[in-house]
């Protein structure tokens, strides 16, 4: 009997706050000495009481427009009771049965074909603290637990079960995690734990309709493990149903050092939470005013901004997708067309996509940070358009920009890096090439023409890659007759 995989995806993503969800301490915590940034309302201490961080609702509302969703105009907060060690005060406020938004949706292409993921709602919540396991010098074990992390404004994203393969998953999170990115909300890093996600997996059987139990998987830190973690996790479920057993609603988690899921613990319903209202909380009222106002605000989407780089720039499919894979690289790119012109627009693409990006990799810069403006490329441009500057040498020139933020006409001015674009100046360095070469000189003859590849390549060398290419070859050419 044949089966289809059947996968939805809960997120959690923290929110970019300067204070914790309910109180005033910092939620910059990461690099924070442990217990630093907690006061009593964070222990939940009796006799505290939570404050909503406006800003941290906003954001959640900015997350669920971007998302599609629909607003609620009533929403509140609830008690998620549960005894783990990492939330000391026995229970998380979340939202239960009156999220912030619901019924949303995002797009997602794979193999060429897109489809519409849904969203059941996003909420928010706080986050819990972090347990840290460690082994004594006797071998005994033992948890720390650092409470920084406790109370910081978290994002719970929903998926509906829609996605049908690891790959979908993949694409989902991926263009989750840029979408988050890009609204400015979170940092979304899933090493510091800022962008994590559980993953609930069964599968269905085609001809009845009948699924098996649903699984879910945790401890997946990287787009990675949650491709690999639902793979595998598919065909243990697929060996079991077609062996005849049955699989069991569980909680397993993703041992990346074996490639392996293992068994957590048995899976925990809604009503194991005991969730109730939070009763230290007053209910909001969303008013539609102030979503339309926060909607008003909203930057142009990526899915939106690459359909626009194609239709007005012209640009093909493949540089749209990667120019809009973050904010800031689309933002550098539009900058440098707004300098230069739309024309140039595919030639600004070149540049960034292939020399620019390699120098922020190879030196893990930030476009933030890096010291080559738009600007900076733009005038470079100039000079390459007017033949002052060959591409070869353009790139030393791009080069040193980058590492030192100097414009390119005072490195060419600096350095004498202008082209040498006068056959008088370059004749003698032809006839040089040309007596150093006799076997290069009798190749051509005999028609290898990669010969006079080799010749344009050692004038190159003698100018220094000065020479203008067109001219070298055509000097060349006149010579060897």
């Known amino acids: 009997m044949g089966y289809e995989i059947v996968i939805g995806l809960e997120v959690h993503a923290q929110l970019r706050t300067k204070t914790k ?5 910092s939620a910059d915590y990461v690099n924070s000495p442990p217990n630093s940034h907690v006061c009593p309302i964070c222990l939940g201490m009796p006799g505290v009481l939570p404050v909503i961080n406006r800003q941290a609702v906003e954001y959640a509302i900015a997350a669920a427009l971007a998302l599609n969703c629909t607003i609620a105009s009533f929403t509140k907060f609830d008690r998620k009771n549960y005894p783990y060690p990492d939330l000391m005060k026995g229970y998380q406020i979340s939202q239960y049965d009156a999220p912030l938004s619901h019924d949303g949706w995002l797009e997602i292409e794979v193999d060429g074909q897109k489809k519409r993921i849904g969203i059941t709602r996003v909420h928010m919540e706080e986050d819990v603290a972090k347990l840290l396991h460690r082994n004594g010098p006797a071998g005994e074990t033992y948890s720390l637990v650092d409470v920084n992390r406790a109370g910081v404004p978290l994002l719970e994203i929903v998926s509906e079960p829609d996605m049908k393969s690891a790959e979908e998953a ?7 995690h840029r979408l988050l ?14 962008f994590r996600c559980d993953a609930n997996i069964s599968l269905r059987e085609v001809e009845t309709g009948r699924s098996s139990a649903k699984v879910e998987l945790k401890n997946m830190n990287s787009f990675k493990a949650v491709y690999q973690a639902l793979k595998y996790e598919a065909e243990r479920q697929g060996a079991l149903l077609g062996s005849g057993a049955r699989t069991s609603q569980e909680t397993r988690g993703w041992d990346d050092e074996r490639g392996v899921t293992v068994l957590q613990r048995s899976k925990e319903y809604a009503h194991d939470y005991r969730y109730f209202p939070e009763p230290d909380l007053p209910p909001l009222r969303i008013n539609p005013e102030w979503v339309e106002e926060i909607k008003s605000r909203l930057p142009e989407l990526p899915d939106a901004r690459r359909d626009r780089f194609m239709r ?39 540049w960034i996509l292939g020399d620019f990006l390699h120098l922020l990799n190879i030196t893990g810069t930030e476009i933030s940070r890096s010291k ?10 100039d000079l390459i358009e007017k033949g002052v500057l060959s591409t070869t040498l353009a790139k030393k020139v791009l080069e040193e920009m980058f590492h030192t933020g100097r414009l390119a006409s005072k490195i060419v001015a600096e350095q004498g890096l202008i082209q040498i674009g006068e056959s008088s100046q370059l004749e003698p360095v032809v006839e040089k090439v040309l007596q150093q070469s006799p076997k290069a000189v009798a190749d051509f003859k005999k028609g290898k023409e990669q010969a006079l590849k080799f010749l344009i390549g050692q004038v190159m060398r003698e100018t220094k890659g000065r020479a203008k290419p067109e001219l070298v070859a055509n000097l060349l050419k006149e010579k060897l007759k």
């Open 312 to 350: 007005q720039y012209g640009l093909p499919a493949y540089d749209a997708n990667l120019l809009t894979s973050s904010k800031e690289l689309a933002d550098f790119f539009e900058a440098c067309v707004n300098l230069s012109s739309k024309e140039r627009a595919k030639v600004i693409s070149n």
């Open 181 to 194: 990115r890009w609204l400015g909300i979170s940092n979304a890093n899933m090493e510091e734990g800022s």
């Open 372 to 381: 080559l403006s738009p600007k900076h490329l733009s005038d470079l441009l």
């Open 21 to 25: 969800m309910f109180c005033r301490c």
């Open 170 to 176: 993949r694409e989902y999170l991926t263009k989750l």
